[in-house]
């Protein structure tokens, strides 16, 4: 056998490595830059085969128009569906409606010249964008980020931005507006200005006054005409004469709660919890109704932690439900099965499950409660019985300030609205001799009310207590109407908490009590509701039954049970903080099983700083405080502030706020030098605003400073930490 020489055996060793080299050439010399944010589709792939590329699908469909929709609660995404008709009806163009996180956004540089990016942005919780924005709003902002041209720049864009916020927040709109300088500072070209609608004000108004001006402004730049679409329909309703009665949805939130089959139960499959206990808080003889409300989720896969959210689903109360099938000339047929389809599925898809009756579209899919828009309110003129009915209607829509006078102030839903166009009662009970029947067409009320959404709550237990259990604390909406010169003072009942507190009634065998107006003597019930549910799903037996998810929060506690915690909680803003507390009895039932009561002698103090009218009324859980803060041995320090019992020297009212200065040296050394954290829950628009107002006072003082410099600089830095968290509402 010949034995090769060295020189062979080098040869032959090269030609391996060239060969190698050469065969992964691709890794050995491609430079890799990293994205922000991983994405699924390459930039080189091309629309058909990949699903997540929206500019392939606009040219596909031949749709100019693409609105992507950061929401939480569904309010944006309709806001979106409403740019996309008037675009169809004003200049028929098509547009593509698109959740964020459903697709990627490598190529939006790559988005035609005659074409436009709609944004249309909530902002939630602490300035943050919703959770299906999340990746867009990195993208936009990471300069590290790159397009298909390999660049952070996005030259020849064309876009427009309206952004959902609420004015008694801090980060009014921040979404919004970054999204608007990001996109500039990136070269794209804004058509129009940017909107802002305040939901602490009127969101529609906000829009209604915004999108006159863009439209004129879109028509200019991207040289279309108004006139160039038509009205058409979003929905076919048919009425079906035969359909088998077990597959009609007659409330049912999902297919497996029509099917009653097992299931992840969320958003889209709400769970049917039974309710254990359900009791008054407020005393008796009080004004007022504060519920606690305790849900049993054993076995329901459910979980939760202090701090999350438990959305509601509500339906809406019977006297509206009948109001409006008499107003639509439908009571007689309430029963009838109907089946909806979308005439533009991209576009408007239909937004709860078919088939189904009208009765049970106005009871339980559709917001019938909510104040009519003033939008929709021209739309139905057409559809008038009578020629004074349509001008009413018509200068409502037209005119802002009257319709401010009497569907605003008045408080009016789109059944009392019809009502009193055609001149009938709304104060006597719905019916055929009292209330003027418009032949207004179903599909028109399906595209124009939007879904009855959930009512959130923040959970008032802990599951290190209470793990089969969420417990709810509620106080019931129920306030006065401002009298105009065509409707008196009435009550107006919120919808989610009324709800609830017909379960209570219900749950305990009573009947609804009567409600005394001081302006109008007639005695009055609370609003009754279908309690027992689409097929009496929500009874059994003696107990009643809530449809529920839970949305979860970062508003929790430090893990660290030695930082110390202040929490400010007046009303029913105490609610996560019983939460908060039963969390830290837990655990200090656990350290004291194992160390004995020594082991908290490091814990940090939790100082709860609650406020109401009196200790006597509205005491949220008096009876409770006391037990907890023998648990923590000294580690809890509960303040409270009765408005209506206790008053400063001059005459004035003790609040919150008033507590936490009285206390500034404690505060300010728990959070300077016991690195503490704060918590706020309650009203935004006056008293967390006051709150954190002392905080800056208090630290800015402790920093031997003022409050407008020192103090607002260390509230921003804790809350650029996570250690000051608010959880609000207005």
């Known amino acids: 056998m010949a034995v090769a020489s060295s020189s062979d055996v080098l040869v032959l060793a090269l030609g391996v490595v060239l060969a190698a080299v050469y065969l992964f050439r691709d890794q050995l010399f491609a430079a890799s830059k990293p994205k922000s944010v991983p994405v699924a589709a390459s930039k080189t792939s091309n629309g058909s085969g990949n699903p997540r590329d929206f500019v392939a699908k606009m040219k596909e469909g031949k749709k100019r128009i693409v609105i992507f929709y950061g929401s939480q609660t569904g309010t944006a995404e309709e806001y979106a569906i409403r740019l996309a008709k008037e675009a169809k009806q004003k200049f028929g163009l098509a547009s593509l409606v698109c959740d964020p996180e459903e697709y990627d956004f490598e190529n939006l540089d790559q988005v035609p010249e005659d074409c436009c990016v709609f944004f249309v942005m909530a902002t939630y919780g602490e300035g943050e964008p919703t959770d299906n924005a999340v990746t867009l709003c990195q993208n936009l902002s990471d300069d590290s980020f790159e397009f298909s041209n390999g660049e952070h720049k996005l030259p020849g864009l064309k876009y427009v931005v309206f952004g959902l916020g609420n004015r008694t927040y801090e980060h009014y709109n921040l979404i919004a507006r970054n999204v608007d300088a990001d996109l500039q500072k990136m070269g794209a070209t804004r058509i129009g200005e940017r909107g802002e609608g305040d939901d602490d004000r009127s969101m529609e108004e906000d829009y209604l006054e915004w999108k006159d001006g863009m439209w004129e402004e879109f028509a200019r730049v991207m040289g279309v005409e108004e006139g160039q679409g038509a009205d058409s329909p979003d929905f076919v309703v048919t009425e079906v004469s035969e359909h088998p009665p077990e597959k009609v949805y007659l409330g049912e939130l999902s297919a497996r709660a029509l099917t009653r089959s097992k299931g992840i139960h969320d958003a889209k499959n709400p769970y049917p919890a039974p309710i254990t206990v359900a009791r008054e808080l407020f005393a008796p003889g009080s004004d007022r109704n504060c519920i606690h409300v305790e849900l049993n989720t054993e076995n329901s896969g459910i979980t939760y932690q202090h701090g999350d959210h438990v959305g509601v689903w509500p339906s809406n109360p019977e006297v509206e439900v009948e ?333 919150v706020q008033d507590l936490l200065w009285e206390d500034r040296e404690t505060i300010a050394d728990a959070i300077l030098n016991g690195r503490g954290y704060i918590y706020v829950c309650g009203d935004a628009r006056n008293m967390a605003k006051s709150v954190e107002e002392t905080f800056c006072r208090i630290l800015g003082e402790a920093k031997g400073g003022s409050a407008e410099v020192e103090g607002a600089a260390e509230v921003k830095l804790l809350k650029e930490r996570s250690r000051f968290l608010s959880d609000v509402w207005s």
């Not at 003027?436 to 028109?444: K, M, V």
């Not at 959930?454 to 209470?466: A, C, E, T, W």
């Open 323 to 655: 109001r409006l099938l008499r107003a639509l000339g439908l009571y007689e047929k309430k029963d009838t099965v109907i089946n909806i389809e979308s005439l533009d599925p991209a576009l408007a898809k239909v937004p709860f499950p078919v088939p189904t009756t009208y009765v049970t579209v106005l009871r339980h899919y559709i917001d019938i409660s909510a104040v009519a828009g003033r939008q929709i309110l021209g739309v139905l003129s057409k559809f008038a019985p009578t020629p004074e009915a349509e001008a009413f209607l018509k200068n409502l829509s037209s005119n802002k300030d009257e319709y401010n006078n009497i569907v605003t102030h008045g408080c009016l839903k789109l059944g009392e609205v019809l009502q009193v166009a055609a001149g009938n009662d709304i104060k006597a009970t719905p019916g055929p001799e009292n209330t003027t029947a418009w032949n207004i067409p179903f599909d028109i009320i399906v595209s124009s009310i939007p879904r009855l959404q959930p009512r959130y709550y923040s959970i008032s237990s802990s599951p290190k207590l209470y793990p089969h259990s969420i417990h709810v604390t509620c106080v019931v909406l129920k306030y006065e109407s401002v009298e105009n010169n065509l409707v008196k003072t009435r009550w107006v009942y919120g919808t989610g908490s009324n709800f609830l507190l017909n379960l209570k009634f219900a749950a305990e065998g009573q009947q609804s009590p009567l409600v005394d107006s001081e302006d109008n003597p007639d005695k009055v019930f609370f609003p009754k509701y279908a309690v027992e549910g689409p097929r009496g799903a929500y009874k059994a037996e003696t107990t009643y039954k809530v449809p529920i998810h839970v949305r979860r929060s970062t508003f929790r506690l430090p893990t660290n049970p030695k930082s110390p915690v202040i929490m400010i909680g007046p009303g029913t803003g105490v609610a996560p903080f019983r939460g908060f507390v039963q969390e830290r009895v837990a655990m200090a039932r656990r350290t004291i099983e194992k160390n004995g009561p020594e082991g908290l002698a490091d814990w940090g103090n939790i100082r709860l700083y609650y406020g109401c009218r009196s200790s006597k009324q509205d005491f949220l859980y008096s009876e409770e405080w006391p037990e907890y803060a023998k648990e923590l041995h000294g580690k809890f320090t509960m303040r409270c502030a009765f408005s209506r019992e206790t008053f400063k020297p001059d005459g004035s009212k003790i609040y």
